[in-house]
């Protein structure tokens, strides 16, 4: 990649570690991200943008996971095309066109919570958080010196602020492979964006991450037309950007 690389970041589970709260049917934690060069995210924005015109009658429609499986949550009426298995069928096939097309990667790391309490129990440490310093040591790592700009998603402001403290403990002693000047110097930008923004990063950071947490969790692909198949997300993880804890 050259010039700016632009990364997105969202989740998929609770990071909850509450061991009377776990949800045993999706008992694992994700935190991903997708990374594109400028030229890169500029061709994304313009495909996206042209999808949502076709199929839902305007760019400023906002892909949610979680509402596309349960439509009814939603409050876009257009969200309710999902009912219609063929709509649903048309709308990932041109996404996973997208990630034939369009040059990007993902990096990601998966906390299944369970084992993790087993082994740490009170000192476990916070998943998003120990996500997120997983995640930032690959993107120092594969942005190979460009300037970084990283937009995780907006979430309350408590976890916000724990985020940023985090961030700058980074900035300030680095991290497990970088010195805290060279995340300073590397990193240009990092703020929370609201899924409301509309940002094309997001959303397709908002698309990667529940098949990455399905698959380690065991459970059985949906039938196509229900899901980004996880095929397609691993197509874009390089070497040693796939982090599954413990």
């Not at 999808?51 to 509402?67: R, V």
């Not at 906390?111 to 690959?138: C, M, T």
């Not at 916000?160 to 110097?185: C, H, P, R, W």
Request: proline letters at 4%; a neutral charge.
């Amino acid at each position: 990649m050259e010039g700016i690389m632009k990364i997105f970041i969202d989740e998929s589970g609770d990071h909850n570690l509450d061991s009377t709260k776990l949800d045993n049917s999706y008992n694992v934690f994700v935190l991903g991200a997708v990374c594109f060069s400028e030229d890169n995210y500029q061709l994304l924005c313009e495909r996206l943008n042209q999808i949502k015109q076709d199929l839902f009658g305007g760019k400023d429609y906002i892909i949610h996971t979680a509402e596309i499986v349960r439509p009814s949550n939603s409050t876009d009426p257009r969200t309710q095309l999902f009912n219609n298995i063929d709509f649903r069928n048309t709308f990932y096939s041109t996404i996973e066109n997208i990630f034939d097309e369009i040059n990007f990667e993902v990096i990601a790391c998966c906390v299944k919570k369970s084992q993790h309490l087993e082994r740490y129990g009170a000192y476990a440490s916070d998943p998003y958080i120990f996500g997120f310093e997983n995640i930032l040591n690959r993107i120092m790592w594969r942005s190979k010196g460009e300037k970084c700009e990283i937009y995780p998603e907006k979430r309350s402001q408590a976890e916000d602020g724990l985020l940023e403290i985090n961030y700058l403990k980074a900035k300030m002693s680095g991290t497990k492979f970088f010195t805290g000047s060279q995340v300073s110097a590397r990193i240009e930008t990092f703020k929370t964006i609201d899924k409301k923004a509309n940002e094309c990063g997001s959303q397709i950071a908002d698309l990667v991450v529940s098949p990455i947490g399905r698959h380690f969790m065991g459970i059985k692909p949906r039938k196509p037309g229900n899901e980004l198949k996880y095929q397609t997300v691993k197509r874009k993880i390089p070497n040693r950007c796939l982090t599954v804890f413990p």
